[in-house]
């Protein structure tokens, strides 16, 4: 089933995994947490996808696998930053064939060593590759996009963000997904900012619950998302403390899904870390408000 269909009729709650990251390219150690994630019983969940080789092949199949074994809908993430037309028809082919319905279109980051000189400028944007894919399959495949609260870095304003926001949903994604944010203030003014430039898709709010004081200060790094006052008062005064800080994050994703959702949020991702037991001790703390928001029509 597309992913906008079922935007169509309720919110979603969704969880995001990633393909195991090892040499000999096995991923069976991902069946457990897909196995624990599947008795939260998601919308969907989604496979992220890093350019090249086995990583590749791996989104394709664990989305597959998701499908077919789990009966679970899947999103399998696309990245273009250094691929050519011709390599995506391969992706684009092979995700058509096994019945995935649902892509997140993106650019990607830029991989380690991305020379512009040398690499394939085919595609310089998501927009570009959800473009490509609404002209070259069309009505095969339900598109999404990434959507940043904070501003993308490379951004020279939110303006200039919203409107290369507005190119990528002109193109065919048809809802959003955000990046980690910490502050649900940054998620409501991109609610607010996106609607006014006519940007209507639903916005999915991405949540990454961070459970010790070095993952929550990475993850605001890496991820360029600020750190609330009162939250970062508690990581001074508990850092030392790992069961106080896995308290604390726990505590405060679940508090931020209950705002979220008390303000209308049309959708939920959950970044999981390939972690089920966090993901479902988050769902536990916010157990009736999660059942009367997917229970929403
Ligand atoms: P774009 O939408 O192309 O935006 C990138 C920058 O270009 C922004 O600053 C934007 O304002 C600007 N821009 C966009 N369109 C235009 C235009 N037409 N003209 C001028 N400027 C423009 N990365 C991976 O490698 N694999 C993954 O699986 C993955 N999954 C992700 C899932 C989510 C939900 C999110 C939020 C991010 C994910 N990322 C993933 C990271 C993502 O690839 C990076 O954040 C990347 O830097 C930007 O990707 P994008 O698709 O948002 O790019």
Redesign the pocket.
């Known amino acids: 089933m597309k992913i906008s269909e079922l935007l169509r009729q309720r919110p979603t709650l969704s969880f ?1 995994i ?1 393909p195991p990251k090892n040499k000999d390219g096995d991923i069976s150690s991902i069946y457990s947490t897909i196995d624990q994630l599947a008795q939260l019983k998601p919308d969907f969940i ?6 090249g080789g086995s990583t590749t092949r791996n ?1 394709v199949e664990i989305a597959t696998m998701i499908k077919e074994r789990w009966q679970i809908e899947s999103v399998a ?3 273009c ?1 250094d691929a050519t037309a011709e390599n995506l028809r391969g992706v684009l082919d092979q995700l058509k064939e096994k019945g995935i319905e649902n892509i ?7 991989p380690k060593g991305y020379d512009p000189q040398t690499a394939p400028q085919e595609f ?6 959800a473009a490509f894919i609404t002209a070259n399959y069309p009505d095969a495949f339900c598109l999404s ?4 609260p904070e ?6 304003s939110l303006e ?2 919203l ?3 507005k ?2 949903a002109d193109a065919g994604a048809s809802y959003l ?4 944010f910490l502050d649900n203030n940054y998620y409501y003014r991109l609610l607010r900012e996106a609607r006014k430039r006519g940007i209507q898709v639903p916005i999915l709010a ?1 949540i990454m619950p961070a459970t010790n004081a070095k993952q929550l200060l990475n993850m605001s790094k890496m ?1 360029g998302c600020s750190i609330p006052y009162t939250l970062s008062v508690m990581i001074e005064r508990f850092s030392a403390h790992p069961a106080a800080m896995q308290e604390i994050g726990l505590n405060y994703a679940a508090w931020q899904i209950m705002d979220l959702i008390t303000n209308g949020v049309e959708g939920i ?1 959950l ?1 999981t870390m390939n972690r089920p037991q966090i993901a479902t001790e988050i769902m536990r703390r916010c157990d009736a408000i999660l059942r009367e928001f997917r229970d929403a029509h």
């Open positions: 995001e990633f989604s496979v992220t996808y890093g350019a989104t993430h696309l990245s930053i997140l279109a993106l650019r990607g980051d830029y310089r944007h998501a927009s570009d590759l996009g990434a959507c940043y501003v993308h870095e490379e951004a020279d200039a963000d409107r290369h926001l190119i990528k997904v955000t990046q980690i991405g991820c991702h970044y």
